[in-house]
């Protein structure tokens, strides 16, 4: 069964691992990666990459990309959002904390802050505004 509008926008402010799907040459399928989002119903949808990534690129060049958020209980249930990139801009030291505790228990967040800041210590943020929406709840 499909979820409501607002279903479907608190399902994806929740803290689920996206799989961010962007098409990287004509001649391939697209580039399809786990990551880390952050989402408010009703706003833009925000990721952080590493300056120079792969994803990075592909996004750029792309001007759009696909995210799918999962989970399995206590059904499964899924959103998956398309759309127009309408920002990139270089990351802050507060975005990359918020999203590190947005996933992570504190006693892990500062772990993975440190590890962020040595080894991609430069990060875009890249929005993308919501247009096309497929999500249902397989359970009930």
Do not use: C, N
């Not at 961010?20 to 990459?49: A, K, M, N």
């Not at 590190?100 to 892990?108: E, M, T, V, W």
């Not at 962020?116 to 505004?129: E, F, I, K, T």
């Amino acid at each position: 069964m499909a979820l409501s509008v607002t279903e479907r926008e608190q399902f994806l402010a929740e803290p689920h691992i996206g799989a961010l799907s962007v098409l990287e040459s004509p001649d391939r399928g697209p580039l399809s990666v786990p990551t880390w989002y952050d989402y408010e119903p009703g706003g833009e949808l925000l990721i952080l990459t590493a300056v120079g990534s792969r994803k990075g690129k592909a996004i750029e060049a792309a001007g759009r990309f696909t995210l799918l958020a999962e989970r399995v209980e206590p059904t499964v249930r899924y959103v998956s959002v398309e759309g127009p990139v309408t920002g990139i801009v270089r990351g802050t030291e507060e975005e990359l904390v918020r999203m590190a505790h947005r996933y992570l228990p504190p006693d892990k967040a500062e772990a993975y802050l440190e590890f962020a800041r040595s080894d991609h210590p430069d990060q875009l943020v890249v929005r993308m505004r919501p247009r096309h929406w497929l999500s249902a709840d397989l359970g009930g």
